[in-house]
């Protein structure tokens, strides 16, 4: 029942929303786009911590000045929530080895990578935006998103794809790694959710239920696919998140939020839709002929 706008520097993929070609590093531009809204999702920024790496200006540039001036173009036009896109990484910088939740306290000498450095600064600025200027926010720090349309790098992506291929599949480390991924449909709901009066002021972890480690990604692609994933192990990442445990309760508790979509049957729809989109005939899809999927029972 919301109207949508999305500011961005790409159109959107759908046509029934508004769009308006706005960079976060515009000021001017953002206090245009924000005109009249009531609440802001602030989901901008670097996501690939490989680029993150690469250019760590660049990233604070967008991770951090982006935030700033999106909050500043918030507090300019008046508009009631804000709302930041975070991550579970910033709990690389957590103390101790034990499960972890909202009221963790982090040692930022553990931050280790610029991107896990680049969010938690960005949580700092929207708490310091409410603390000075009364600029309502709310912090969802999201496990890893997937399904139909993630970005082509990110790890389920390039899977799929090398496997649909007939190609390795390289693995960073031992494999041990885990993620809690999240569904595209069950993050949606999650920014619905938080932007009721229950999600002021608040930070929430948006995860999904179940650990997966990279092996079991693996396998997992592996009974979707009819082609023999061949696997090839490398050196961990430097900086890393190797994952821990991490409590979304006060999601539960207090927006009503868990996820609805199990891994497998989010996975199997993400292998649905990229088949779909790319068929052999495509040259993102060339190389081995793409047999069908198996089904999980």
């Known amino acids: 029942g919301h109207e949508v706008v999305v500011l961005d520097v790409r159109a959107p993929h759908r046509n029934d929303v508004l769009f308006e070609c706005v960079d976060i590093l515009d000021l001017a531009s953002l206090v245009r786009g924000l005109q009249g809204c009531d609440a802001v999702c602030h989901l901008a920024g670097v996501a690939n911590v490989n680029e993150a790496a690469e250019d760590p200006v660049r990233t604070v540039e967008l991770n951090v000045v982006g935030t700033a001036r999106v909050w500043e173009a918030a507090r300019e036009c008046g508009v009631g929530r804000a709302l930041l896109a975070s991550?579970?990484?910033?709990?690389?910088?957590?103390?101790?080895?034990?499960p972890v939740d909202e009221g963790t306290t982090f040692d930022l000498a553990s931050a280790g990578h610029v991107y896990t450095s680049s969010k938690i600064a960005a949580e700092l600025?929207?708490?310091?935006?409410?603390?000075?200027?009364?600029?309502?926010?709310?912090?969802?720090?999201?496990?890893?998103?997937?399904?139909?349309?993630?970005?082509?790098?990110l790890v389920i992506a390039r899977f799929v794809k090398a496997a649909?291929?007939?190609?390795?599949?390289?693995?960073?480390?031992?494999?041990?790694?885990?993620?809690?991924?999240?569904?595209?449909?069950?993050?949606?709901?999650?920014?619905?959710?938080?932007?009721?009066?229950?999600?002021?002021?608040?930070?929430?972890?948006?995860?999904?239920?179940?650990?997966?480690?990279?092996?079991?990604?693996?396998?997992?692609?592996?009974?979707?696919?009819?082609?023999?994933?061949?696997?090839?192990?490398?050196?961990?990442?430097?900086?890393?998140?190797?994952?821990?445990?991490?409590?979304?309760?006060?999601?539960?508790?207090?927006?009503?939020?868990?996820?609805?979509?199990?891994?497998?049957?989010?996975?199997?729809?993400?292998?649905?839709?990229?088949?779909?989109?790319?068929?052999?005939?495509?040259?993102?899809?060339?190389?081995?002929e793409q047999g069908p999927r198996r089904r999980i029972s």
Do not use: C
Not at 128 to 149: A, D, N, V
Not at 164 to 193: F, M, P
């Open 125 to 153: 600025i929207v708490r310091s935006y409410k603390e000075l200027y009364g600029q309502e926010f709310t912090i969802l720090r999201y496990g890893i998103p997937f399904g139909p349309r993630m970005r082509d790098e």
């Open 164 to 288: 649909l291929k007939g190609e390795a599949i390289t693995v960073h480390g031992d494999g041990s790694q885990y993620r809690n991924y999240v569904y595209v449909e069950d993050l949606a709901e999650a920014h619905v959710l938080a932007l009721g009066p229950s999600g002021a002021d608040e930070v929430f972890n948006i995860e999904g239920a179940v650990p997966i480690t990279v092996r079991q990604l693996v396998e997992s692609i592996g009974d979707l696919v009819t082609n023999e994933v061949a696997v090839k192990m490398t050196g961990a990442r430097m900086g890393d998140y190797a994952g821990r445990p991490i409590s979304a309760e006060r999601a539960k508790e207090r927006i009503g939020w868990e996820p609805n979509v199990p891994f497998a049957e989010g996975l199997g729809r993400y292998v649905d839709w990229y088949t779909a989109a790319h068929p052999p005939s495509d040259p993102a899809a060339a190389g081995k």
């Open 87 to 98: 991550t579970v990484w910033v709990y690389g910088a957590a103390g101790g080895e034990g």
